[in-house]
């Protein structure tokens, strides 16, 4: 069972370089491949699925945090640890602004598939500098009512 989506020919397109290094560690010649494709080969379909799964992995791997506004009034950055997830939301209703957080455990192999969703719904990397600014925001005003 595949952990990650296929990539899309226009995200393939962005990595082409990288997908280029990948075929030739799986020791695939260009005019190899382009043959595959031709004669629409199952050997396509599994390669680019490896390579989708590979390129997700390290993707995923690469981030520590997220930052999701799914409307104008919602704010929500994640941190994701080893085996663990701490989120916290900012929202503003009725021209007051509401501050909640919490968390999730989750299996230590499971942490980028976790942030692989968070990515399919919108949320883009964001620095730690970022998460931690936000929970000092959240911080400073929680202690202060």
């Not at 952990?3 to 190899?32: H, K, M, N, P, W």
């Not at 930052?67 to 503003?92: G, N």
């Not at 999730?104 to 949320?123: P, V």
Request: aromatic fraction near 10%; glycine fraction near 6%.
């Amino acid at each position: 069972m595949q952990r990650y989506r296929r990539l899309t020919l226009e995200e393939l397109e962005a990595v082409r370089q990288e997908f280029i290094r990948f075929l030739a560690s799986e020791g695939i010649a260009a005019d190899d491949w382009e043959q595959k494709l031709r004669e629409g080969s199952t050997d396509v379909e599994a390669c680019l699925d490896e390579f989708s799964e590979t390129f997700w992995e390290g993707a995923t791997g690469a981030i520590a945090c997220l930052e999701h506004r799914p409307d104008s009034d919602s704010l929500w950055v994640f941190h994701f640890a080893e085996s663990a997830a701490h989120v916290i939301q900012c929202t503003k209703q009725d021209g007051k602004v509401h501050w909640s957080q919490g968390g999730k455990n989750y299996a230590q192999e499971a942490r980028g598939r976790e942030i692989f969703l968070m990515l399919e719904q919108g949320a883009l990397p964001c620095s730690e500098d970022r998460f931690n600014e936000v929970r000092d925001q959240m911080t400073a005003v929680t202690h202060q009512a």
